[in-house]
């Protein structure tokens, strides 16, 4: 009997076993897959996690560098008029603080230097000109890149050597690790840009323009925008609400990785975890001053210093400031203004030929 079954079963083993295995192989793909594809969700997320951080964090320095180097607006006006290196609008002047870097008269072939430390390293571009130090510069652009940050650069004056004359043009990039600008460690960025780059401080005396003394059309000053409350009412450990109680509706709020930023008129509180750590002050308010002239198309110079052309309207720090705006065949016309703070000027230039 027992003979009968085993020759009834064991030749049926192998057809069973052929059976089986499909059904075992479509089983470990199966538990392979439910364990891969979790996985592969968990990297897709935390890639994407990872790109939204780095936007932020770069969002957050650019925005704290553009208000430490507040960026002018450089060349041509609208329908073409003024000069490519025209200053339509002054912002942050930065002096050079190092020997090392390169400046060219083609903006289409700007100088770029990459700074790793003490070593600048010019790796495109014409070297028309070795910049020296203390030279004066306007910011007319940054940018915050995966791992670096690029300053832009236009002189505040014209330079000339047998290359050429005129403005010229430089881009300093500093490379930082990838983190350094996840987290908007604007410390660590400030370290390396200083030795290289610092801001120009302007000092003067803020007493209010004598419109008929000076020959200036004076606009109304314009209504302050809520004015900051002084800092000394904000301790550090405060809440939000409590800054907010004390300095009302912030004028924008930026939060990233537990920190925020209540941007308000000249000043900029930073929080960590929800308690005040910290105030950083900017400059005044600049003044505006809008120039024209009769006839248009005369250059504009700002303490000596050419910035456009008429018509055109530029931002300059409170303080006691040298104007002339010159026309070929024309007598120059020269003003000594004292501006105050955020206020607004027109200048209307009446030339007179020679």
């Known amino acids: 009997m027992s003979a009968w079954l085993g020759g009834l079963i064991l030749p049926t083993m192998p057809y069973l ?5 499909p059904l075992l192989v479509a089983a470990g793909v199966f538990l392979v897959a439910s364990a891969f594809f979790p996985v592969s969700a968990q990297l897709k997320a935390a890639d994407t996690n990872g790109r939204e951080a780095l936007e932020n964090g770069r969002e957050v320095l650019e925005q704290v560098l553009t208000q430490t180097y507040q960026l002018s607006l450089v060349g041509k006006g609208m329908m073409g008029m003024g000069s490519g290196t025209a200053i339509r609008r002054a912002g942050t002047i930065v002096l050079v603080q190092k020997p090392g870097l390169y400046a060219s008269f083609d903006r289409n072939q700007i100088a770029s230097s990459s700074i790793h430390g003490d070593t600048a390293t010019l790796y495109h571009g014409n070297n028309d000109i070795e910049i020296p130090v203390g030279e004066r510069f306007y910011v007319f652009n940054i940018f915050v890149g995966q791992d670096n940050v690029t300053m832009a650069l236009l002189s505040a004056q014209l330079m000339n050597n047998k290359k050429g004359a005129g403005r010229v043009w430089a881009a300093i990039t500093f490379d930082f690790p990838v983190q350094t600008l996840v987290n908007a460690n604007k410390d660590e960025v400030f370290r390396a840009i200083d030795p290289w780059v610092a801001p120009e401080h302007y000092t003067g005396t803020v007493v209010p323009v004598s419109a008929a003394a000076q020959g200036v059309s004076a606009a109304p000053a314009p209504a302050p925008v809520s004015p900051a409350k002084p800092p000394a009412q904000l301790t550090v450990g405060m809440t ?3 800054v907010v109680a004390a300095m009302g509706t912030p004028q924008r709020e930026t939060s990233f990785q537990g920190r925020a930023w209540l941007t308000y008129p000249n000043m900029v509180v930073v929080l960590e975890d929800g308690k005040l750590k910290s105030i950083d002050q900017s400059t005044p308010a600049p003044a505006k001053v809008a120039v024209h002239s009769n006839p248009d198309g005369a250059e504009i110079y700002l303490d000596r210093q050419l910035i456009g052309s008429t018509p055109s309207t530029v931002e300059l720090p409170a303080g006691n400031h040298e104007l ?27 030339l007179e030929k020679k």
Do not use: C, F, H, P
Not at 17 to 21: A, E, P, S, V
């Open 324 to 350: 002339s705006v010159r026309l070929a065949g024309y007598q120059d016309w020269n003003r000594s203004m004292k501006v105050l703070s955020g206020s607004e000027i027109n200048l209307n230039a009446t």
């Open 17 to 21: 076993i052929n059976r089986k295995l």
């Open 240 to 242: 939000r609400e409590e």
